[in-house]
């Protein structure tokens, strides 16, 4: 199977502290994309790197793409508690599907 | 510009009947991609299509499911004779061309009692 898994499942930390997920697949990919989604509501996409980047920001997060792992990394700075959410990473190779993870469980206490 | 648009947001269906699901595509997108999320769940893909065509539902079901995207109006999900089982959310994406971000609908939750 191609899809991504999310590593830790479940996350909690205090509001001010980093959050960091990772995502690990199989197969080689095009791109790799971040969503969140909070409860009951739909994935808001976060980012999306592509294999011939290393590093991508966007804001307070930063994701990095190592293609020889087979892995990304999701790093959330100075977390607040809206960041509380699920995060999944999806994987593209063919442009005709995205694959998703079970996704990483984030709460964020205040 | 409006993002993706699905409805309903929330379906009650009774065992047997048939559950419709509309995706409405961004404004310039024809590709659009159908997931199913049961509960606790990561999201499994369904169907990926483009305007008029189905170009891999490898992930639908074999009976029961259907997918179109006619030319002109909305993406449907057709689920016939629903089961229990079939209660999830369901999720709409699209995107622009192959290999930039798609773009998620917030989902219509079926419920089948």
């Known amino acids: 199977s191609q899809q991504g898994e999310e590593d830790p499942q479940a996350l909690s930390i205090q509001e001010g502290e980093n959050a960091t997920m990772n995502c690990s697949y199989k197969t080689s990919i095009n791109n790799l994309q971040w969503y969140r989604q909070n409860s009951g509501r739909g994935l808001v996409h976060l980012i999306l790197i592509r294999s011939n980047e290393r590093e991508k920001h966007s804001g307070r997060l930063r994701v990095t793409l190592d293609t020889s792992k087979k892995s990304s990394s999701l790093l959330i700075t100075a977390s607040r508690a809206a960041d509380t959410a699920s995060y999944f990473c999806?994987?593209?190779?063919?442009?005709?599907?995205?694959?998703f993870g079970t996704g990483t469980s984030l709460t964020v206490i205040p | 510009n409006a993002g993706v648009m699905q409805n309903p947001r929330h379906l009650v269906r009774r065992r047997g009947q048939e559950a419709r699901l509309r995706c409405s595509p961004m404004k310039g997108h024809s590709h659009v991609y159908w997931y199913r999320q049961l509960p606790e769940e990561g999201l499994k893909f369904m169907v990926y299509l483009q305007k008029e065509n189905i170009i891999d539902e490898s992930g639908m079901p074999k009976e029961r499911f259907s997918a179109e995207f006619p030319k002109e109006g909305p993406s449907i999900l057709r689920i016939q004779q629903v089961v229990r089982g079939d209660s999830a959310a369901y999720f709409c994406?699209?995107?622009?061309?192959?290999?930039?971000?798609?773009?998620f609908g917030q989902g219509t939750r079926l419920t089948v009692v």
């Open positions: 994406a699209s995107s622009g061309v192959i290999n930039t971000e798609a773009f």
């Open positions: 999806a994987t593209d190779n063919t442009g005709n599907q995205f694959y």
